[in-house]
């Protein structure tokens, strides 16, 4: 598990007998592109399927990954310039 995230989340693993085998997709991602190709997979389970609310008992609050989404928008838009705490 990568932070909670399953791989099967994202299509990466087999559960068979309580262990993890990589999938076909998996390992063909890993002979093409190595590791960097199996990140932006992880990462999009992790940001789109995986409740983050999950460890700590509270229900989902999709609103919260929401607008974890709009926040990396915003970095990537304005982040090149350092901004004085109250940006308008």
């Known amino acids: 598990m990568f932070n909670g995230v399953p791989y099967s989340k994202p299509g990466l693993s087999l559960n068979c007998w309580r262990r993890f085998i990589l ?33 700590d008992g509270d229900p989902a609050l999709r609103f919260i990954q929401s607008a974890f989404l709009f926040t990396l928008y915003l970095l990537r838009r304005y982040g090149e310039i ?7």
């Open 23 to 55: 999938s076909r997709d998996c390992r063909r991602l890993l002979a093409d592109d190595g590791v960097a190709a199996i990140c932006p997979r992880l990462f999009r389970a992790y940001v789109e399927q995986f409740n983050w609310a999950y460890r």
């Open 82 to 88: 350092s901004r004085p705490q109250v940006f308008l």
